[in-house]
Each structure stands twice: as structure tokens, then as C-alpha cells.
């Protein structure tokens, strides 16, 4: 699908596609099947809007976590690389 027909209205970054579900943004496919979940299950899901940080090759960076639960922030990763654990 092409255009404005396809939910994430066909934005590519790197192999996956980022846009908007029912008001809620997703970067990825991964996040999207974690939220279609959770709506559809009555699940308590919103974007996260804090910020975190986290130390990287002896420095401080920051990042912004996908979504907030009644379980806690959740960060969806794609592959595992030494960056992403860093931020646990």
C-alpha cells in the first residue's frame, strides 16, 4: 500500500516504517503490535513523555522511551546492540 491508505502513511526509516495509530505515534511495526495489543485487550497505553538518560562510551545521553503502562515505561528495541542494553 502507498500514500496516505496505509497506516503509517508509507514513511520509511531504515527497515521500518513510522506513523500514527488511533492518535498515538509509533516509530516502528514493533511498536505498533505492542499497542494494537494493548487497545485491543482495553489496556492502559499512552507515548511516554519523560525523558531519560543513560551513559553511553562515557557520556550522558538522553532518550525517550515508547510508552507508559500500568506496568511501567516501556522501550520496544528492535536488535539488541551494546547502545540499546545500555539503556536498561
Not at 500500500?1 to 502513511?9: A, H, I, L, Y
Not at 506513523?19 to 511495526?29: A, E, P
Not at 500500568?70 to 545500555?86: F, M, V, W, Y
Request: hydrophobic share 30%.
Amino acid at each position: 500500500m502507498k500514500g496516505n491508505t496505509n497506516w503509517m502513511f508509507n514513511k520509511r526509516r531504515g527497515n521500518s516504517k513510522q506513523g500514527w495509530y488511533k492518535g498515538i505515534h509509533c516509530d516502528s511495526t514493533w511498536e505498533l503490535a505492542f499497542l494494537v495489543y494493548y487497545l485491543e485487550h482495553n489496556l492502559n497505553i499512552k507515548k511516554c513523555t519523560k525523558v531519560l538518560d543513560f551513559y553511553w562510551e562515557g557520556s550522558l545521553h538522553k532518550y525517550y522511551p515508547d510508552f507508559e503502562t500500568d506496568e511501567g515505561i516501556i522501550e520496544i528495541k528492535g536488535r539488541k546492540t551494546k547502545k540499546s542494553l545500555a539503556k536498561e
